[in-house]
């Protein structure tokens, strides 16, 4: 089973965490505290990676060392996350009504 694993950049804000993907642009979350932020950050890969394939684009090989926004604000932390895209693909392709 196919598994990809990503580097995420944890942000804090006044109420929680924003996450991005700097390998993935557009792919982005957010959670009020850290669990709920890494928890939103595999749905948001999932979904991202699930979306780029029904486009048939490319899927962008994760890198070592993520390149982290010069605007992000101190105190970031970089964490990696892993999803499973076949389980995302079959539960979302297997939803009632889509």
């Given at each position: 089973?196919?598994?990809?694993?990503?580097?995420?950049?944890?942000?804090?804000?006044?109420?929680?965490?924003?996450?991005?993907?700097?390998?993935?642009?557009?792919?982005?979350?957010?959670?009020?505290g850290f669990e709920e932020a890494q928890r939103q950050a595999?749905?948001?890969?999932?979904?991202?990676?699930?979306?780029?394939?029904?486009?048939?684009?490319?899927?962008?090989?994760?890198?070592?060392?993520?390149?982290?926004?010069?605007?992000?604000?101190?105190?970031?932390?970089?964490?990696?996350?892993?999803?499973?895209?076949?389980?995302?693909?079959?539960?979302?392709?297997?939803?009632?009504?889509?």
């Amino acid at each position: 089973m196919r598994k990809l694993t990503y580097l995420a950049v944890f942000e804090p804000t006044e109420t929680g965490y924003s996450v991005y993907f700097p390998d993935l642009p557009g792919c982005a979350s957010y959670g009020e505290g850290f669990e709920e932020a890494q928890r939103q950050a595999v749905d948001a890969l999932g979904l991202h990676l699930y979306g780029l394939e029904k486009d048939g684009d490319k899927i962008p090989f994760p890198s070592k060392e993520p390149r982290v926004d010069p605007e992000t604000t101190n105190g970031y932390m970089i964490s990696p996350v892993t999803v499973f895209p076949d389980i995302v693909r079959n539960e979302l392709d297997n939803r009632v009504g889509y």
